[in-house]
């Protein structure tokens, strides 16, 4: 179990081992909130690149190649503009 304390502006420093699990890094996000038991719980609100590796990628996605994205691209934007 890892302990912090409160300075007198009511900040904290996150033990190392909790930063460590958590995957924290200076300027990563973090949430509070209070359950039911009246404990407060802290959960990451940053992702790490192992949490969205493959988010993209989809068996059933078409692929293109930059070439045909970008033809798309003008050929759309021509017909708005026009």
Known sequence: ????????KG????PKDVRNVLH????SKVDFFVNDNGEAVMRSL??????VF?????P???KVSVREMD???K???????K
Do not use: F, V
Not at 75 to 81: A, G, H, I
């Open 46 to 51: 940053s992702k790490t690149t192992e949490d």
């Open 1 to 8: 179990m890892s302990h912090a304390t409160i300075t007198s």
């Open 54 to 58: 493959g988010i993209l990628s989809s």
């Open 75 to 81: 050929d759309t934007l021509n017909k708005r503009w």
């Open 60 to 62: 059933k996605r078409m």
């Open 11 to 14: 900040q904290i420093t996150i």
């Open 24 to 27: 924290l890094e200076s300027g």
């Open 71 to 73: 033809k798309k691209l």
